[in-house]
């Protein structure tokens, strides 16, 4: 059964350490996960890796809240939120090209 992963959306931040902004969508309609971490990726240039939320107790100690249990659901929400990212990117892009040229 293919996993579906609709409705993504994007909210770009400052770059500071290799984070780009947050990120969400539903998996299958049927579940909503919020404030996945889109983080420039360093092996993959032009791609983004994503982290999931995470709580970090009084102790240093860092608990998971949610994240994905097998290879293939972190791949597909992985893939959706990049179609998503380099979709906005080419968007402003084409919106900055355009701009300076009615400048010209």
Do not use: W
Request: proline residues 5%.
């Amino acid at each position: 059964m293919e996993i579906k992963i609709d409705n993504v959306q994007f909210i770009p931040v400052r770059p500071q350490s290799g984070l780009v902004g947050f990120a969400s969508c539903e998996i299958d309609r049927k579940f909503y996960i919020g404030s996945l971490g889109v983080y420039s990726s360093l092996e993959k240039p032009g791609t983004y890796r994503i982290t999931f939320p995470a709580k970090k107790l009084h102790n240093g100690e860092l608990v998971k809240i949610v994240f994905p249990l097998t290879e293939e659901l972190n791949e597909a929400i992985t893939k959706a939120i990049n179609l998503k990212v380099q979709e906005l990117l080419d968007t402003n892009l084409r919106e900055e090209v355009s701009n300076h040229a009615d400048i010209g």
